[in-house]
């Protein structure tokens, strides 16, 4: 190590590792904050390096295992209140009943997911208290990926903003998908952002090699991912579905309106005439026309008015796909109302149909409800039912197609079934609730992610927007701005062969975090026999 670099690495490091009690949380509180601004819609991938460079010093700089949990949990909560704001917005939709639990919301949430970076921080300094500065960044990497795969499925899952999202700015990078899906690329970009903290020059870091080599070294694992992804897309197709041509409906409707009485039939008809409007110069007529989540306020299952209405807006040959609520009752189970997406053709029949089935808490239905005393936030008292799970539809005029509901689209390697690939994903969504912020560009960040982990080109109509056509390559064919009213018309790209984190699924991301944690534990061994 030279002298420039022994000074600067003492010196961050004294004036991280020297901070006490509040001071000390806080720090890590602030660590986190600057964590977030790597996420979407920012992209400041740069500043993940001190965010976890200095948690990894705050976790074994601590005078104890309770010190690093508690650090690591203020970076959480940090991380999330940062990143989750957004979530505020929907509570002040109708602001006279629910807007005093914006706050609540915003911090709940995030104290809640600070659980996982804190156990991150504590099961860190667990089992890499005695290794090498590369062998902590190591197992720091491999707990912290295990621990976003955690979150993808405890208490029903919620993987919103995973590190390996800060790349969806680059077509390249994210290309690395198709291994270890959105996982893998959270594992490299955790070790590269740690690997700085090794520039300290005690308890534990100092190397034998050079710390510069050693950083240098892994910048240069980004760029072979990079590479990697660029020699890819050199050689991508733009092929396009023969006889296809979709048209998304984005109709940027206030939340606050959308289900008023005197303003659901106007939404109705309006959408309708988008629908029907010629197309542009130079554009095909579509033979489908796609509408966002709840776009129909309307039971239309029930409601031959409105269906008739829909269906003299359809393409003769086509279809008009709206999501809807829908109902049904039987004397097993009694009344249920869905989330649906409905498919209805020009004759007025319903012709397909799908129901949500990974339900948002809160929102869709209300947990512990005898014990919290109100109903769920969305309109309506009655919670909705699950769908039956991940379906591949056979629509008319169609390849088969995996619809996904709001932030179904969220969740790495559960977007298909995996017995019936489809032909493509169609993500309806409703992100008004979230208004003008960063939620929705993290949303449609996720949607790009999830089309290059499977191969699948991935439609997405979003009420306020992003809406928006993705091909297989996560590449953004064409889109609508968000809080922008429109239709956008394109062309349905072809499916790609397939992937190979879309055939093994989170058996390959468990590998590699295995094979971080391995290494990091056997430069331990050498750092002891050294």
């Known amino acids: 190590m030279s002298v420039g670099e022994t000074a600067i690495g003492q010196n961050f490091y004294r004036r991280v590792s020297g901070q006490k009690g509040w001071r000390r949380l806080a720090l890590a509180f602030l660590f986190g904050i600057l964590g977030t601004g790597a996420m979407p819609p920012l992209h400041g991938v740069f500043l993940l390096v001190p965010a976890l460079s200095g948690l990894l010093w705050l976790i074994f700089s601590g005078p104890s295992s309770r010190n690093a949990f508690a650090c690591g949990w203020w970076f959480g909560m940090g991380h999330f ?28 949430v995030a104290g809640v997911l600070a659980f996982f970076t804190a156990f991150v921080s504590l099961l860190t300094r667990t089992f890499a208290r005695h290794s090498s500065g590369v062998g902590r960044v190591f197992i720091f990497a491999a707990v912290w990926t295990g621990f976003e795969w955690l979150r993808s499925w405890v208490f029903t899952g919620f993987p919103w903003n995973l590190i390996g999202s800060v790349w969806v700015f ?57 590479a ?50 010629p197309a542009d110069p130079g554009k095909k007529s579509p033979t489908h026309i796609i509408w966002s989540e709840t776009a129909a306020t309307f039971f239309i299952g029930n409601n031959a008015n409105a269906r008739n209405a829909i269906a003299r807006g359809t393409p003769e040959a086509g279809l008009t796909i709206t999501g809807a609520p829908r109902d049904s009752t039987d004397p097993a189970n009694g009344y249920r109302v869905w989330n649906s997406l409905l498919a209805v053709n020009a004759k007025s029949e319903i012709v397909g149909t799908y129901d949500k089935h990974h339900l948002v808490p809160f929102g869709e239905y209300m947990p512990f409800r005898s014990i919290l005393g109100f109903t769920k936030l969305t309109a309506g008292s009655r919670d909705f039912s699950a769908g039956s799970g991940a379906l591949t539809l056979k629509l008319k005029g169609l390849p088969p197609v995996s619809p996904l509901i709001c932030y179904e689209v969220i969740f790495p390697g559960r977007v298909v079934n995996a017995n019936n690939r489809p032909g493509w994903m169609l993500n309806l969504t409703n992100d008004g609730w979230y208004g003008v912020s960063s939620g929705p560009y993290q949303h449609f960040a996720a949607s790009r992610l999830r089309a290059v982990e499977e191969g699948l080109p991935l439609v997405r109509v979003a009420n306020t927007g992003i809406s928006g056509v993705i091909d297989g390559y996560g590449r953004v064919v064409a889109s609508l701005k968000l809080d922008t009213k429109g239709v956008l018309d394109s062309a349905l790209p072809r499916a790609l062969k397939g992937t190979l984190y879309g055939r093994l699924g989170d058996w390959m991301v468990i590998f590699l975090i295995l094979l971080s944690a391995g290494a990091g534990a056997l430069m331990k061994t050498c750092s002891r026999g050294s």
Request: aromatic fraction near 8%; charge should be neutral.
């Open 228 to 277: 990697g992804g660029a020699l890819r897309l050199s050689s991508a197709s733009d092929d396009v579905v023969p006889n296809v041509h979709l048209r998304l409906v984005q109709p940027n409707i206030d939340q606050k309106l959308k289900w008023q009485q005197d303003q659901r039939p106007l939404n109705l008809l309006d959408q309708i005439r988008m629908g029907s409007s």
């Open 81 to 108: 209140s940062a990143g989750l704001y957004w979530i505020s917005n929907a509570l002040l939709v109708d602001a006279a009943r629910y807007g005093w639990l914006a706050p609540l919301a915003v911090f709940g």
């Open 170 to 226: 680059s077509d390249a990078m994210i290309q690395s998908a198709t291994l270890a899906g959105v996982y893998g690329l959270s594992l490299l970009s955790v070790i590269v952002a740690s690997i700085p903290s090794i520039l300290a020059h005690k308890d534990g870091w100092q190397e034998t090699s050079s710390p510069t080599k050693i950083i240098l070294f892994a910048a240069l694992a980004l760029v072979v991912v990079w």
